[in-house]
């Protein structure tokens, strides 16, 4: 008989084939990383009621197999191949497969050229990915399965990457929309993705096989991958074994051993402890309770609510996962508190507590009320309270209240990251997380729960263990991997419960707030946060930084209990507080629409609640609420700027079409190209604005899922113009740009320069159309007709040079019109804001973060927010060049630098940096946009975009920059 | 003790006292190339030290100085400095630093205004960085790149190319296990010993040194069995420097495998060809393009001779490279000459030789995020799998939290294909 295992990251496969091939045993169980202990009982069974005295042979599978199978000396076949062995075998007219498991997503193509596809190191769209977004939702994945099968509406997901799912699913949960559409539309994320990252432009049709763990347990997951592939794949009863029985059919060749052997091996595998590990938290229980003792010295004044008599104010700190509301008295005193789980809707947990505090105290008088968080526009409307107040504010006064001059304070939530310094009594820098430096509470929470632990008790373990495991700080993708090799290596529960919050506590400090030493932060500290709850965090968050810092008895409630206080200085006559009538008879009703009044399409949900009060979620401007334009749009370059290039219109001329894909350099470059091509006699067609639809049309084609949004924007644009018809396409190559005169060189970064390249190579479709991707140098002008001569020849045969002259000169003189066009505008926008009053915000980053898809709008919301959004080449021929400490080389980035450098004695202005997820080269020039600023005392602000956006991370930036401003 | 001068920008001077005084720090990549790069500046009279100091603390010293986005080779080699200049070893009132520049359109070109800034935070200003380019970005008055160190260069690198590139041969397939180390050893301590005596640097002694070191190799004992033949290209720093891919290579040869890793002489035939192909893409200066193009023949004689050798001394028993014209000629249609960021078009060209010559299963290696290879390394796989229906390439990311039992595992399912194939072709 031969055996295959397949040891995966969460679960233990197995298979006993018998000599005719088919299987004799199958088992299947989650090994919760005990890996050699489960094997060694799979195998005993075996033994004992399967093979009763026969011999067998046996051969590991997996990815947690790989490292068992080498150190105990067991022969080893990779998991992909052994799928495919099992295909062949069992389905050998299958055409392709598609296999997740735990951590990987795989698609093997079988016919017509075999092609195995692995996800990379950044990939969701897996099994734990699924299992993430389940337990966010309260859900175990099958009863999220069974929710799905009711859904209504998919929302776009993105699950590229868990922490960008979250931050799409969380602003949808506390806006409302119901948990069965979101179920549903995360299975058709991880369908999109899994597709797209794997496929890469190969076709998936023929014979489908699904495999693995999450295709098979979950029959909606199954759905969304049919409508996705608009097919309908098999999933075969043995559908979980497929890599289990490859490894037992590869147990006939000459790698195979033999089972008591392999007993024997793994009796012999003992813990190496070869993992990277740090000094224990604490050496002794003594040193603990001392510890404890200092912590236990932080306590906020408390009053007994019974008793009290007088007015009291309400504050409610509605977070990603939990709801927070404080009560306080005219004094101060907290009177009463609440914490709870939100469960994903805030709304009826508040309602809950009010009617609750009403019912036993009917007397009670709630003078006035504040809410901040995640939630607070929508609580403010459904219960009338009287203001609302960004997080970092309700922090900083509550933060005040424990240590006056306090000069940082770190707030470490469920879902979020703040922390913010003080100068001068006022915010300064505040630092958020973003992707890839998620660690946050939740991500403890989850891992305890896949250990088979409550939070609390899990982090207790880890006070005293002998050797915390480094496990580095990135993404929850990679601390999953880590976590298994430590685990491999012989790390205990107790040296990974420590090690875990070393890399949260590392991953704030070197990832977020990125310090270079302790020092940095200041050393008078308010920590606070759920999970400063944990000792262990706040332990190792005190060694680290070398400092004794402040852990007020209410960490949790900070935001709740600075609302409180904010409510109390701006208590006016009355509150607009609902009644207790209202309270008892309340409604509350969710719709979910389309806003169709301009190109965002914002997904709005209506929350309706009784007495006319309504609340919409997901829109981006004002205009869905207040149902017309603001007239704000006139001090918006970024659509001014959109407006003004999308007035370049086909001419219609004598030498045909061309089209231009609209993205990455031609926001920049369009009046240029335009103008040269329609000065020969074309007609210049450009593709449709980006949207969701044309994105998605073009990802099966993107080769590096890693590279930025903008540029796999392009793909859709190239497949948009084909399907328009035009069959000739002008994208060119350009390593340089224009010299402006204010860096050290002129490149285009890579990406730009290069991004023809890869589309040429990977786009099927262009077979047999005129892909123009040449080099071209428009930074020398001299050289460029006669340059362009050449390369424009073999496609349209030799155009007189003085054509192409007067082409030319009229393209560069365009060129330049255009740009002193906008920084004309620019000069008068600004001049209306400041007779307006108004601040004026430099909204920086690259030309194409005008395209509305993908920057989100954030332009408009700053708008929205009341100041005046200028972009900044309206102000970088302002500056002389000037010298930087990087080496300023690219010709959008030097006019980032110059921006930065002439708002320094702007009072009124203050620079916000877009950053697509991705760009290498903004590695660098944040950290100098950063220094610049702050030599003159400005608050650096850095938004993050993707291909999905969370703009409620924005508005808390762009609110504390404001709120920062005013003080 | 040397005074500290500063340039017109602020820019601390590597000054002539220096040079007498202070010990320059250089960071590891490839071991044989820079053991004999770091005798040539001795010979020169640069104090210099190669930095051998490796393990975890780098990568730590690397996070904490080096914005975490930023790829993973600055971390390593700033986390490199960073770790020795905290060590203790050295008196950091006479030390200095040096590091690459190649003044490309990549971040790369940026490392040494990252070192700067590490340097700032880690409060050691006083500390001065050397570039190293042959693109006139920085000079310094106690640093000068002659023509004459340039020469000495160049001979190293043929050394280190040819010792590595026989020593990948033939270790796979030696009778005495360590026999072919054992070599490249002698021949790197004898190297040095003529550096040190101011030889070795002539095309003459070139060749001459060439022809015994193939002439050495080919008499070791070996015995050629069917291997799986793995090339390794990617990101110049993450393919060479062991503890920034995890060591790849020893992997590859535990498990079975003989692996190329293209030389360093077509990287800089590159460098220095892009130069002209600036010029003959957007117009330039004739004068620089006639200079340009000596530098550019002298190189490729170097490498003529090196192939020449290895063919006439080789006995038919090592693969010879492809020489630069003959991998410029096999990308033309594929991607673009003016693709020069990074590794540019070359990586994808190395692909194309290495699948011609029998290496069709390949370890694209980048850092995570490189953006040169967004376009010339992962953008190219497709069109390579076109016109090589053979080649098999895994891309590989490196960084400080991807964890080797991932990466090994995609390795290792292209290995289980390319095992495949070989037993099909037998």
């Known amino acids: 008989m031969r055996i295959g295992l397949d040891v995966g990251s969460t679960t233990i496969k197995c298979v006993v084939l018998g000599d005719d091939g088919q299987i004799v045993y199958q088992a299947y169980e989650r090994h919760f990383s005990q890996i050699t202990q489960k094997i060694t009982e799979f195998l005993q069974k075996i033994q004992k009621d399967i093979l009763k005295g026969e011999t067998a042979q046996l051969t590991v599978s997996g990815s947690a197999g790989m490292g068992i199978a080498q150190t105990c000396n067991l022969p080893f076949v990779q998991e992909v191949y052994a799928t495919r062995i099992a295909t062949s075998k069992r389905i050998p007219d299958t055409d392709v497969i598609i296999e997740l498991g735990g951590e990987d997503a795989k698609i093997l193509f079988l016919s017509g050229g075999l092609e195995v596809r692995m996800n990379g190191s950044c990939a969701g769209g897996t099994g734990a990915f699924i299992d993430q977004m389940a337990t966010l939702l309260h859900f175990s994945p099958d009863e999220m399965n069974e929710q799905a099968k009711q859904y209504e509406k998919i929302y776009t997901i993105a699950s590229r990457c868990g922490v960008f799912a979250k931050s799409d699913i969380q602003p949808l949960l506390n806006q409302g929309a119901r948990k069965s559409d979101i179920s549903a539309s995360i299975f058709a994320a991880v369908a999109n993705q899994t597709i797209a990252g794997l496929a890469q432009g190969r076709k998936i049709s023929g014979k489908v096989l699904y495999l693995g763990g999450p295709l098979t347990f979950l029959s909606e997951l199954r759905k969304a991958f049919d409508i996705a592939l608009q097919t309908t794949g098999l999933c075969p009863d043995e559908s979980l074994y497929f890599v289990a029985i490859g490894a037992a059919l590869c147990s006939e060749n000459e790698f195979s051993i033999d089972l008591d052997e392999a007993l024997r091996n793994i009796a012999g595998y003992g813990s190496k402890a070869a993992f990277l590990h740090i000094p224990p938290l604490f050496e002794s229980q003594e040193e603990y309770e001392k510890f404890q003792a200092r912590h236990a010295a932080s306590k906020a004044p408390t009053g007994d609510l019974s008793t009290y008599k007088g007015p009291v104010f309400l504050g409610i700190d509605a977070g ?60 403010k409307n459904a219960f009338g309270i009287d203001f609302g107040l960004v997080e970092t504010m309700a922090h900083f006064t509550a933060a005040k209240r424990f240590l006056p001059d306090v000069d940082f304070v770190i707030d470490i939530g469920g879902q979020d990251m703040k922390c913010f310094k003080i100068r001068n009594g006022a915010i300064d820098n505040i630092f958020l997380n973003e992707a890839c430096s998620s660690g946050c509470g939740s991500f403890l929470q989850t891992f305890a729960n896949t250990l088979g632990y409550d939070i609390a008790e899990f982090a207790k373990l880890g006070l005293f263990a002998k050797r915390p495991v480094d496990l580095g700080s990135r993404c929850t993708v990679f601390m999953n991997s880590s976590v298994k090799q430590a685990q491999k290596d012989g790390a205990t529960t107790e040296d990974i419960s420590a090690g875990l919050s070393v890399s949260v506590v590392k991953n704030a400090i070197y990832k977020v707030i990125r310090a270079a030493s302790p020092e940095e932060l200041g050393r008078r500290i308010v920590v606070q946060g759920g999970t400063f709850l944990n000792d262990a965090v706040l332990r190792v968050f005190e060694q680290e930084m070398g400092v004794e810092v402040i852990r007020p008895d209410i960490s949790g409630l900070m935001g709740a209990y600075g609302a409180a206080i904010y409510a109390k200085e701006r208590a006016g006559a009355s509150s607009s507080l609902i009644s207790l009538d209202e309270l008892k008879n309340f409604k509350h009703e969710v719709k979910v629409t389309s806003c169709g009044l301009c190109s965002n399409h914002c997904r709005l949900t209506v929350n309706i609640f009784g007495g006319n009060r309504r609340f919409i979620g997901g829109n981006r401007c004002e205009k869905p609420v207040t149902r017309r334009s603001g007239n704000d749009s006139q001090l918006d370059m970024y659509t001014y700027k959109l407006e003004k290039l999308l007035s370049y219109t086909p001419v219609p001329g004598t030498r045909g079409k061309i089209g231009f894909p609209m993205g990455l350099n031609f926001y920049e470059l369009l009046p240029f190209w335009h103008t040269f091509f329609t000065k020969l006699g074309f007609e210049v067609i450009l593709s449709p604005l980006s949207s969701r639809e044309l994105y998605i049309q073009g990802q099966s084609t993107i080769p590096s899922d890693t590279v930025c949004f903008p540029a796999k924007l392009m793909h859709g644009h190239v497949l948009a113009l084909l399907q328009k018809g035009v069959d000739t396409i002008f994208y060119p190559c350009m390593s340089y740009n224009f010299d402006e005169g204010l860096g050290d060189n002129h490149y285009n970064c890579p990406v730009v320069a290069y991004y023809p390249e890869v589309i040429a190579a990977n786009t099927p479709d262009l077979k047999g159309k005129t892909f123009i991707h040449e080099y071209v140098g428009i930074h020398r002008r001299k050289d460029f007709p006669g340059k362009i001569q050449a390369i424009l020849e073999p496609y349209f045969g030799t155009i007189p040079l003085s054509e192409i002259r007067h082409a030319s000169d009229a393209a560069y003189g365009e060129y330049e019109a255009y740009l002193s066009g906008i920084r004309a505008k620019g000069d008068q926008m600004i001049q209306q804001a400041r007779q307006e009053g108004k601040p004026i915000i430099v909204l920086s980053g690259r030309p194409y973060h005008l395209d509305p898809e993908i920057n989100h709008g954030i332009n408009k919301l700053i708008t929205s927010l009341g100041a005046a959004v200028i972009s900044e080449d309206v102000l970088s021929h302002k500056v002389q060049r000037f010298r930087t400490t990087v080496l300023n080389q690219w010709t959008y980035h030097a006019r980032l630098y110059a921006a930065a450098k002439y708002i320094g004695n702007q009072p009124d202005m203050n620079l916000v940096q877009l950053v697509s997820f991705g760009c290498g080269v903004d590695a660098i020039t944040t950290d100098e946009v950063r220094s610049i600023l702050e030599q003159n005392g400005k608050i650096y602000t850095q938004i993050k975009i993707d291909e999905i956006t969370n703009l409620g991370a924005v508005k808390i930036r762009l609110r504390s920059l404001f709120a920062a401003l005013e003080q | 003790m040397a005074e500290l001068k500063f340039n017109k920008n602020g820019r601390l001077l590597f000054t002539k006292e220096m040079k007498r005084e202070y010990t320059i720090l250089c960071p590891m990549m490839l071991p044989i190339h820079f053991e004999l790069f770091v005798n040539v500046f001795r010979n020169c009279g640069y104090k210099v030290e190669l930095l051998t100091n490796d393990g975890p603390n780098i990568v730590q010293e690397g996070l904490k100085y080096v914005h975490n986005d930023t790829c993973y080779p600055a971390l390593l080699v700033i986390g490199q400095f960073m770790d020795a200049l905290h060590s203790g070893k050295y008196d950091l009132d006479r030390t200095a630093l040096i590091i690459t520049q190649t003044g490309g359109g990549c971040r790369a070109s940026n490392y040494i205004h990252l070192l700067r800034k590490a340097l700032h935070k880690a409060g050691m200003d006083h500390i001065p960085v050397i570039s190293l380019n042959l693109s006139g970005l920085e000079s310094n008055p106690g640093f000068h790149l002659s023509l004459s160190i340039i020469r000495k260069m160049a001979a190293a690198m043929v050394y280190g190319d040819m010792l590595m590139l026989l020593h990948n041969q033939t270790k796979p397939y030696e009778t005495t296990s360590g026999s072919s180390q054992a070599l490249v050893d002698t021949w790197t301590q004898r190297l040095s010993q003529q550096f040190n005596e101011n030889k070795g640097m002539t095309l003459k002694e070139e060749e001459q040194n060439l022809r015994e070191i193939v002439r050495d190799f080919a008499k070791l004992s070996i015995h050629k069995t069917r291997k799986v033949k793995v090339g390794i290209v990617g990101e110049i720093y993450v393919k060479y420097a062991a503890f920034a891919n995890n060591h790849l290579e020893d992997f590859l040869a535990e498990q ?21 192909e600036d010029i003959r893409l957007y117009g330039g200066s004739r004068i620089k393009f006639a200079v340009v193009q000596k530098l550019f023949a002298y190189l490729t004689k170097i490498q003529d001779l090196f192939c020449h050798i290895l063919e006439t001394e080789g006995n038919g028993k090592f693969e010879i490279p492809g020489s630069y014209a003959h991998i410029k000629k096999l990308v033309r249609g594929v991607i673009g000459y003016g693709n020069k960021m990074g590794e540019g078009w070359l990586l994808t060209a190395e692909m194309l030789e290495l699948a011609e010559s029998g290496y069709e299963n390949i370890v694209c290696a980048q850092p995570f995020g490189c953006l040169p290879n967004h376009i010339c390394g992962k953008g190219m796989v497709h069109k390579i799998k076109a016109v090589n229906p053979k080649s098999n390439i895994v891309p590989i990311d490196y960084d400080p939290s991807a964890t080797k039992v991932n990466q090994e595992n995609r390795i290792k399912l292209m290995l289980a294909v390319a095992r495949e194939n070989l037993a099909q072709s037998e």
């Open chain 2, 256 to 276: 079975g495998c003989e692996v190329n890793v293209p030389g360093l002489m077509n990287f800089l035939l590159f460098k220095v060809d892009n130069r002209l």
């Open chain 1, 320 to 379: 990603s996962t939990t709801v927070k509301a404080v009560l306080i008295g005219e004094d101060g005193c907290i009177l009463d508190s609440v914490y709870r789980s939100n469960s994903g809707n805030p709304v009826p947990i508040v309602r809950e507590y009010l009617l609750d505090l009403l019912g036993k105290y009917p007397h009670l008088a709630i003078a006035s009320s504040a809410v901040t968080g995640y939630g607070e526009e929508l609580l």
